[in-house]
């Protein structure tokens, strides 16, 4: 959840993203410090999350769907 939260800040706000992956690995690393998740958890976790949130990037992209609304489109 963290990773996919994290690329999806970068897809909206570019210069966040060098903030916003060093918090999930270290909210990552501290699942694995906690014994919560074994580092495989993690690495399958981070891979799905980035995967399904570009994916839903290109679905966006190639239906022009828009996330931002105006008071003209209202």
Do not use: N, Q
Not at 64 to 72: N, P
Request: some cysteine.
């Amino acid at each position: 959840t963290v990773f996919a939260l994290a690329t999806a800040f970068t897809i909206l706000f570019p210069r966040a993203g060098f903030l916003a992956f060093p918090a999930a690995a270290a909210i990552a690393a501290s699942r694995v410090i906690l014994t919560s998740h074994f580092v495989s958890d993690i690495i399958a976790g981070a891979v799905l999350g980035i995967i399904c949130t570009l994916a839903l990037k290109h679905y966006f992209d190639r239906f022009r769907i828009s996330l931002s609304t105006s008071a003209k489109e209202l």
